[in-house]
């Protein structure tokens, strides 16, 4: 155990250095007094054309923009006229969402001339005010996310506007390249290095004039996707809804190199080609992804724009084991599990200590979920939602199956990455009479309490009942000791639209689906608990819902066998 502390401080001062230094030259460099011009980026004499924008946009929210009322992360702020970049931002979220000009995009949906003017007008004042040197507004991601905003909505800027403010933009936006080439190999690992890296290539085929940009940049980007891009098409950072994010970008950079009749580096294509079975891995029946690792609720919209481009369309593949998931399907029963490792320190900020973790889903509805994350309002519940108790798996001694770097003055200088977790994990998956079966075990949580878990699941080849079966093992000798109980709670969260109740014989519990299509929860021997719970993957904010416990020890109940079963399977 002193061992793996001062590995743990070792790594922690080493991750805390290096992010420390990031955001010293980030600051640096967004300095006005910086030489901006030594990164040899020079200032087009025109944009060539403008990026497809997939993000969809709502013409009622220019409206609301127009009045004044500008509604982002969760948080309103009223401008009453005034710039809202003048504005105090009601929370960190609100900044960037601000800042990044995604919005324009809703500017866009609109199409009236007065729109146009809104958003020529806020880019002025943006402009005017040398916003892009803000704090919030220099973060490496948010200043990416802006000159790719600004150069899809271009048009929209730029349509009537005299040839003054077109330099002005021009030069601004020539500036913020300029920093994003500087501050991109420092920015912090995984999104915000890689969205730097995709609008740099953006930025490098839509501006004129950008040959050695072109060059520098296409070798950045092939550079982060080899790194980040795993080899089943998953995301280094284990998060389902970065496949989403990633794409949204990839897929008009992709048209970008054919408008300008440039081939396109194939390690971009390949990208896009092992990432979109992955889209399909991760989806239930009804649409929604899993909710593992950072996953909050399904953009339907964008998802679907996304999904239009995929042209195999084939069955999702069942096994993932670069990125750590494993999927089970018969009839319209899909199961899917987490039985990867956390990602490594530097990409861990947003990971959950999900490990052997599962989701169920039968038809169009969702039975076990995990908790997942809200669109809104994340900040606040990242710290709850990232224990393995809002989970669908095995709690031991009320501990998560990961280590998180706990509050204090290190968290707000490189959050609260994963210190420690499972790290010796076996997979094995087969067949048994006609039927998708699937081990895995983790050592989570060996080193402190002595328990290695290992569950198994058997999807029936109809899809009407899902055998479970959680297994305790002592991590050293032979047996458990007296003085080493290893009491633990095996969760099941249940989807807000299942409704619980007790059967009759008292220990299986009816799951009733909105469509009258029910099932059954039974443990043969344990005694079912239902208790509170909550649901942060809706779009509609944080719902109440309930989950089943089983709780024990590993020492006098070293195995639990659970199963869910269709109702008509047993009528049958």
């Keep these: 155990m002193a061992r793996e502390i001062h590995a743990d401080r070792a790594r922690l001062a080493l ?5 420390g230094w990031n955001s010293l030259v980030a600051r640096t460099l967004a300095h006005p007094w910086f030489p901006w011009r030594a990164t040899s980026v020079p200032v087009p004499s025109r944009l060539l054309f403008a990026p497809h924008e997939l993000r969809t946009g709502d013409p009622a929210r220019a409206g609301e923009f127009y009045a004044g009322r500008y509604s982002f992360a969760g948080k309103l702020v009223l401008t009453d006229g005034a710039s809202p970049f003048e504005m105090e931002p009601p929370s960190p979220e ?24 809104h958003a020529r007008a806020l880019v002025g004042d943006w402009i005017a005010m040398r916003g892009h040197r803000l704090p919030q507004a220099s973060a490496p991601e948010v200043a ?18 005299d040839p003054g403010f077109h330099r002005r933009f021009l030069r601004s936006l020539t500036a ?20 730097c890296a995709l609008t740099l290539a953006l930025a490098s085929l ?31 950072s284990r998060n389902p809804g970065m496949l989403i994010e990633v794409l949204l970008d990839l897929l008009p950079l992709r048209q970008c190199y054919g408008a300008r009749h440039v081939a396109p580096p194939p390690t971009l294509l390949n990208a896009i080609d092992r990432m979109m079975p992955m889209l399909r891995f991760f989806r239930h029946a009804d649409g929604a992804f899993a909710l593992f690792n950072g996953m909050g609720p399904t953009p339907a919209d964008v998802l679907a724009t996304v999904l239009a481009y995929d042209d ?55 039975l076990v979920v995990n ?80 328990v290695v878990h290992q569950r198994s699941w058997r999807l029936s080849p109809d899809g009407m009942r899902l ?8 991590a050293q000798g032979e047996e458990f000791s007296a003085d080493q109980p290893g009491r633990y709670a095996v969760r099941f969260h249940l989807h807000p639209s299942v409704e619980p109740s007790r059967a009759s014989d008292g220990q299986t519990v009816i799951l009733r689906l909105p469509d009258g299509d029910d099932w059954a929860f039974t443990a043969p021997d344990s005694s079912v608990a239902i208790e509170e719970s909550i649901f942060l993957g809706s779009g509609a904010g944080p719902r109440r819902t309930e989950q089943l416990v089983i709780t024990g020890t590993a020492r006098q109940t070293p195995r639990v066998e659970w199963t869910f079963v269709q109702l008509k399977a047993l009528r049958g």
């Excluded at 390249?177 to 995984?190: L, N, T």
């Excluded at 055998?467 to 002592?474: A, H, I, K, M, N």
Aim: charged fraction near 20%; charge should be positive.
């Design 15 to 19: 991750f805390a250095a290096e992010t």
């Design 94 to 117: 609100w900044a960037r969402e601000l800042y990044s000009f995604g919005w324009l995009r809703h500017l866009q949906a609109s199409a009236s001339p007065l729109a146009r003017a």
């Design 144 to 161: 990416a996310r802006r000159v790719s905003s600004w150069l899809t909505q271009a048009p929209l800027i730029l349509q009537d506007a």
């Design 176 to 195: 913020q390249v300029r920093y994003i080439k500087s501050v991109g190999p420092s920015a912090p690992d995984g999104r915000p290095r890689l969205a």
């Design 206 to 236: 839509c501006m004129a004039d950008q040959t050695r940009l072109m060059r520098a940049a296409q070798k950045r980007l092939i550079e982060e996707l080899d790194r980040q891009v795993l080899g089943d098409g998953g995301h280094v």
């Design 312 to 366: 195999a369309r084939g069955r999702p593949i069942s096994n993932a084991p670069y990125s750590g998931y494993q999927r089970m399907e018969a009839g319209s029963t899909v199961v899917i599990a987490d039985t990867g490792a956390p990602p490594p320190l530097p990409l861990s900020l947003e990971a959950h200590a999900g490990c052997l973790s599962f989701e169920l889903s039968a038809g169009r509805h969702r």
């Design 371 to 450: 908790c997942g994350l809200p669109s809104a309002g994340r900040e606040e519940w990242r710290a709850v939602a990232r224990q393995t108790a809002a989970h669908s798996t095995v709690v031991v001694a009320d501990a998560s199956s990961c280590r998180f770097l706990s509050a204090g003055p290190l968290t707000r200088l490189c959050g609260a990455p994963v210190l420690g977790g499972p790290a010796d994990l076996h997979v094995d998956r087969g067949e048994r009479g006609g039927a998708d079966v699937l081990r895995a075990s983790h050592d989570g949580y060996a080193q402190r309490f002595g």
């Design 467 to 474: 055998d479970g079966e959680d297994l305790f093992r002592v």
